[in-house]
């Protein structure tokens, strides 16, 4: 009796066992040629690469070729030629294994990444959340408890705009905070507010279409635009916000228009009432619609809160975009916008066609959070750090001589002096010296650009970012 008759006999004969499926990784096999040749080629190259370890199963004769389209035959010379060249063992009432000691083939290195490496954060880089113990905590809670007796809706496709009991919850917290008029119904959470534009765009406008876009604007909302193939008109922004006078005389018949009223990104400055109005007005004339972006809206340090463009608006003309990811933390990924009524079904269709709807789980143990009152307490210790940094880092900037004021609002602020000309080697001295802020210039559109440096001022300890900055004056005199 040939050594394969006997393994295929000792597999029969020997008790079930279960192997890992790994037949799917054996690729499709030449048609031309000879099968046992083929497919024995096949085995050894999965053994010799690493793929196939040794001391794995190899499946009965008859149930691979069954898999394959083979005859049992080409099956048995295939285990064969293996077995012959000390590729595989026969173990007698157990079946066919990769031998314990075989020749290895290092996989080839893969090709070198073109792309720069992801550096680590530096004091004074933007969009950084500060961790908070207590927050991590009671959310760890939560989401145990949601856990523990999972609801039946997490088992099945949920609603695209998110669960309602978040949405309830977001759209109570904005009635109050920010004077909102909503209700939960008009609320599509997302997956923070870039993917909430990117919904916008595509449920609200097509390639071509004029837009206004502040000048100088948010990056990342230049790119979901462009993108997306809009017509960017800048508009520019003086201290009263962006001027919807100018917006009118480039592009009157302009589809839509992103701003950031509350606080501007980046220059910082709030859109007067007057602009607001105007603003408004235009929308309704020309039916164009208002994406107003209220990204750090939490972080107020002095006077009273400012009301939300949307919450002015009585055309139902603004779509408002909020997020956890400057409240809590970036690596939450909720971010939700406020839809109007007319546009609200082309919103659901596009993001039903996208990713379905949004992790059940989380929104649920979110809305805790915010129903029991986490939130709010949440975000007075987050204000307290976030002003002591701001505080730090005003002392140090004003000590080097650049007469920067303590911002109302938000989690950055911007550094000019009249003698910078270009922020180019501003940025690679903050570089040198461990700091992380931005430039300015690239974040004009169409006028001409201004140097200067986007600071922002959370996430890292105010001593460590006033040492920074203290670095970085010294290295350029100031």
Same mark, same amino acid.
């Given at each position: 009796?040939?050594?394969?008759?006997?393994?295929?006999?000792?597999?029969?004969?020997?008790?079930?066992?279960?192997?890992?499926?790994?037949?799917?990784?054996?690729?499709?096999?030449?048609?031309?040629?000879?099968?046992?040749?083929?497919?024995?080629?096949?085995?050894?190259?999965?053994? =010799?690469?690493?793929?196939?370890?040794?001391?794995?199963?190899?499946?009965?004769?008859?149930?691979?070729?069954?898999?394959?389209?083979?005859?049992?035959?080409?099956?048995?010379?295939?285990? =064969?030629?293996?077995?012959?060249?000390?590729?595989?063992?026969?173990?007698?009432?157990?079946?066919?294994?990769?031998?314990?000691?075989?020749?290895?083939?290092?996989?080839?290195?893969?090709?070198?990444?073109?792309?720069?490496?992801? *550096?680590?954060?530096?004091?004074?880089?933007?969009? #950084?959340?500060?961790?908070?113990?207590?927050?991590?905590?009671?959310?760890r809670g939560l989401i145990t408890r949601h856990l523990a007796v999972p609801a039946r809706h997490h088992f099945g496709y949920g609603d695209p705009r998110g669960s309602r009991a978040l949405r309830e919850e977001v759209a109570a917290y904005l009635r109050t905070a920010r004077?909102?008029?909503?209700?939960?119904?008009?609320?599509?959470?997302?997956?923070?507010?870039?993917?909430?534009?990117?919904?916008?765009? #595509?449920?609200?406008?097509?390639?071509?279409?004029?837009?206004?876009?502040?000048?100088?604007?948010?990056?990342?909302?230049?790119?979901?635009?462009?993108?997306?193939?809009?017509?960017?008109?800048?508009?520019?922004?003086?201290?009263?916000?962006?001027?919807?006078?100018?917006?009118?005389?480039?592009?009157?018949?302009?589809?839509?228009?992103?701003?950031?009223?509350?606080?501007?990104?980046?220059?910082?400055?709030?859109?007067?009432?007057?602009?607001?109005?105007?603003?408004?007005?235009?929308?309704?004339?020309?039916g164009g619609w208002i994406i107003e972006d209220d990204y750090d809206s939490e972080y107020r340090y002095a006077g009273p809160p400012l009301t939300a463009l949307q919450g002015i608006d009585g055309a139902g003309r603004v779509i408002y975009v909020g997020t956890f990811s400057? *409240?809590?933390?970036?690596?939450?990924?909720?971010?939700?916008?406020?839809?109007?009524?007319?546009?609200?079904?082309?919103?659901?269709?596009?993001?039903?066609?996208?990713?379905?709807?949004?992790?059940?789980?989380? =929104?649920?143990?979110?809305?805790?959070?915010?129903?029991?009152?986490?939130?709010?307490?949440?975000?007075?210790?987050?204000?307290?750090?976030?002003?002591?940094? #701001?505080?730090?880092?005003?002392?140090?900037?004003?000590?080097?001589?650049?007469?920067?004021?303590?911002?109302?609002?938000?989690?950055?602020?911007?550094?000019?002096?009249?003698?910078?000309?270009?922020?180019?080697?501003?940025?690679?001295?903050?570089? *040198?010296?461990?700091?992380?802020?931005?430039?300015?210039?690239?974040?004009?559109?169409?006028?001409?650009?201004?140097?200067?440096?986007?600071?922002?001022?959370?996430?890292?300890?105010?001593?460590?970012?006033?040492?920074? *900055?203290?670095?970085?004056?010294?290295?350029?005199?100031?």
């Amino acid at each position: 009796m040939r050594r394969s008759d006997e393994t295929n006999l000792s597999e029969a004969a020997a008790p079930e066992v279960h192997a890992a499926d790994w037949s799917a990784l054996i690729p499709v096999l030449p048609k031309a040629g000879p099968r046992p040749v083929a497919l024995y080629a096949e085995l050894r190259r999965l053994i =010799e690469g690493g793929v196939l370890r040794p001391g794995t199963k190899l499946p009965p004769t008859r149930e691979l070729a069954a898999r394959l389209g083979l005859s049992r035959g080409a099956a048995v010379a295939a285990f =064969e030629l293996l077995l012959a060249e000390g590729f595989a063992e026969a173990r007698v009432g157990a079946g066919t294994f990769v031998a314990a000691a075989v020749p290895q083939i290092a996989p080839a290195a893969p090709p070198p990444d073109p792309r720069p490496a992801v *550096a680590p954060p530096l004091p004074g880089a933007l969009g #950084r959340a500060a961790p908070d113990a207590r927050t991590f905590q009671i959310l760890r809670g939560l989401i145990t408890r949601h856990l523990a007796v999972p609801a039946r809706h997490h088992f099945g496709y949920g609603d695209p705009r998110g669960s309602r009991a978040l949405r309830e919850e977001v759209a109570a917290y904005l009635r109050t905070a920010r004077g909102v008029r909503c209700h939960g119904d008009q609320v599509v959470l997302t997956s923070g507010s870039q993917q909430a534009l990117d919904l916008i765009i #595509r449920a609200a406008l097509k390639p071509g279409d004029p837009v206004w876009i502040e000048d100088p604007c948010y990056p990342m909302a230049r790119a979901a635009f462009e993108g997306a193939g809009m017509r960017l008109i800048g508009v520019p922004v003086d201290g009263e916000g962006l001027d919807p006078a100018a917006g009118e005389a480039r592009a009157p018949h302009a589809r839509a228009v992103y701003v950031t009223p509350s606080h501007q990104f980046p220059l910082g400055v709030t859109l007067t009432m007057a602009r607001r109005l105007a603003l408004i007005d235009w929308a309704r004339r020309a039916g164009g619609w208002i994406i107003e972006d209220d990204y750090d809206s939490e972080y107020r340090y002095a006077g009273p809160p400012l009301t939300a463009l949307q919450g002015i608006d009585g055309a139902g003309r603004v779509i408002y975009v909020g997020t956890f990811s400057k *409240a809590l933390f970036p690596g939450l990924r909720v971010g939700y916008a406020v839809v109007p009524e007319a546009l609200l079904d082309a919103m659901i269709a596009v993001r039903n066609r996208s990713d379905r709807f949004p992790p059940s789980l989380l =929104e649920d143990a979110l809305a805790d959070f915010l129903r029991e009152g986490h939130f709010s307490a949440h975000l007075r210790r987050a204000r307290r750090r976030a002003r002591d940094a #701001r505080d730090a880092l005003v002392d140090v900037l004003n000590e080097g001589g650049l007469s920067v004021a303590a911002p109302d609002q938000g989690l950055h602020l911007v550094a000019r002096r009249p003698d910078w000309t270009q922020d180019a080697p501003l940025l690679a001295a903050a570089r *040198a010296e461990g700091f992380g802020p931005r430039a300015l210039s690239p974040l004009h559109v169409d006028r001409p650009p201004e140097a200067g440096l986007v600071i922002g001022f959370s996430g890292f300890p105010p001593e460590e970012l006033a040492s920074a *900055a203290r670095r970085w004056l010294a290295r350029i005199g100031g």
